[in-house]
């Protein structure tokens, strides 16, 4: 007898269905799985064998095979177990195969019998039930994941009893409703920027970063407040809309991040991977199908690289496609693979390797150590970082001095006002344009064009410091960025001579 149940893959945060054929038919005893299975998938007959019998069903004792089809896809992970399960009890005449119809069916089963939580089922969720109109039979402990999408039905199932009890229509689907945070409802920050004493330079420069989506480079020498700046960041950023905490959890959830019980990531990730990091740890990769890396996990939200020039510099360079488009695309044999990828960088390095070059500290470094050490960043990557802000020694002044300037909380509600401006500007644009810097080229000209004196300014100091013509657009939309935070529908001088301001670090730090 024959039965089919559907059921999905992930390809990178891409959603391909599955159709998981099974077959009880004549010939000795055994247990065949076909369809490019991987060894987890190949396993399932032990799980599958000891979860039936500890339900309290018969596993068949006739030739079972499993076709995972289409057969040209690779199939990875344990998630085929249940609809495997399902497959083999309605092929053995022990389930009515017209319960199954057009559900989509995931979950991975221990040798009692019990759903555990899986990886990916929000995306299936998006993809297959509420775009594609199917309904859906999910872990428990995805339950509240996959129910954050609204108005779709969900079977949540926590064992193989559970499922079919669900099937037959003895209990309801949706056993838990979860509870969504609100857009604009942050938790207060961890790290005020109240707390940091003086680097006001550095402030004002991070506020704009945030205003605009922008890179930024923190440079400095040690224990000036780098890191303290960077993790106050996050602080000064918008909440996140409903439409990003789903991106941005259709990744978490690929990756396996979404804790049993969870609903959405509400608020924006912060990563900050060690200088050691490999390409595949950095921007995604691994074995078979890849997972998603640090540029992904951060998307919607800001990557941290502390230390930048002890990152290896091949593993830098590859920052330079989602830095530029967004996203990033890992190519494997079997296929390509592309993640979503738009973070804020902000990253932090000394001057030089002892970290006190051009300071009143006497710095130990030769001039061809420096260069040596300025040089693991590339032009290019520079070119995409759109803020370059030195951040200098404290003085002791600023460390007893009693105003503290603008909160975290005073400076997000600026950001937000930055935003909807920016929100309103590019409504009907690319889909991805929500921001300054995600501004593409005829966006730029478009949107950003100066008057004649901030042109006449733009055009000497790229003549003057032998900006790069990226670095032009660049300047043109941190500069529209200040003007929006000014409220100012104009782009003039002052805007320009502020822009141009951050990018300094493009000569200073070639050799």
Not at 126 to 135: D, Y
Not at 413 to 433: I, N
Not at 464 to 492: F, M, N, P, Q, Y
Request: charged letters at 25%; a neutral charge; one cysteine or more.
């Amino acid at each position: 007898m024959l039965a089919r149940v559907h059921s999905s893959v992930t390809f990178g945060v891409d959603v391909i269905p599955v159709a998981v054929e099974v077959e009880v038919g004549a010939g000795l005893p055994g247990f065949a799985v076909v369809g490019l299975p991987d060894r987890a998938v190949r396993e399932s007959l032990v799980r599958v064998r000891s979860a039936l019998r500890n339900s309290g069903f018969r596993f068949p004792r006739r030739k079972v095979t499993v076709n995972l089809a289409p057969a040209g896809i690779p199939k990875e992970g344990p998630v085929f177990d249940l609809p495997i399960a399902l497959g083999i009890l309605a092929a053995s005449g022990q389930l009515e195969e017209d319960l199954l119809g057009r559900r989509m069916v995931v979950g991975e089963l221990a040798l009692n019998g019990a759903v555990c939580a899986t990886r990916g089922v929000l995306p299936r969720v998006i993809k297959l039930v509420k775009e594609e109109g199917w309904s859906a039979v999910v872990p428990e402990a995805n339950l509240a994941e996959a129910l954050s999408v609204e108005d779709v039905p969900i079977l949540g199932a926590s064992s193989l009893t559970d499922a079919i009890a669900g099937l037959n229509g003895e209990r309801d689907g949706a056993t838990a409703i979860p509870q969504v945070m609100k857009s604009g409802a942050l938790k207060p920050p961890a790290f005020d920027f109240q707390d940091v004493r003086g680097q006001n330079e550095a402030k004002r420069g991070l506020l704009v970063a945030a205003a605009g989506g922008h890179n930024v480079l923190l440079v400095g020498p040690p224990g000036v407040g780098k890191s303290l700046l960077a993790h106050c960041f996050p602080g000064i950023l918008s909440p996140m809309t409903r439409g990003e905490m789903l991106e941005t959890s259709q990744i978490h959830s690929v990756a396996g991040l979404l804790t049993a019980g969870a609903c959405l990531v509400e608020e924006r990730p912060f990563r900050a991977p060690h200088h050691s990091s490999s390409p595949a740890a950095l921007v995604g990769g691994g074995t078979g199908i890849p997972s998603p890396g640090e540029v992904s996990l951060a998307h919607n939200g800001v990557l941290l690289l502390d230390e930048l020039p002890e990152f290896r510099r091949d593993v830098l360079e590859y920052l330079r496609q989602p830095l530029e488009e967004g996203e990033i695309r890992i190519a494997r044999s079997r296929g390509q693979f592309t993640f979503p990828a738009r973070f804020m960088l902000v990253a932090a390095m000394n001057p030089c390797p002892c970290g006190f070059y051009g300071t009143d500290k006497d710095c130990v470094c030769s001039d061809r150590e420096v260069h040596r050490y300025r040089n693991r960043i590339s032009g290019p990557l520079l070119d995409r970082i759109d803020i370059h802000i030195d951040v200098p020694r404290i003085k002791v002044s600023n460390m007893t001095e009693g105003a503290r300037g603008e909160t975290s909380r005073e400076l997000r509600e600026r950001v937000c006002r930055s935003h909807l401006l920016q929100a309103e500007r590019y409504r009907g644009l690319h889909h991805g344009t929500r921001l300054n810097a995600h501004l593409g080229l005829k966006a730029v000209e478009t949107f950003c064009q100066p008057d004649a004196s901030a042109l006449s300014l733009l055009r000497r100091a790229m003549s003057e410091l032998g900006l790069s013509a990226r670095a032009w657009h660049r300047i043109l939309k941190v500069a529209r960025t200040i003007a929006d935070l000014e409220e100012e529908k104009e782009i003039h001088a002052p805007h320009i001579a502020e822009a141009i301001g951050y990018r300094l670090f493009d000569r200073e730090l070639k050799p």
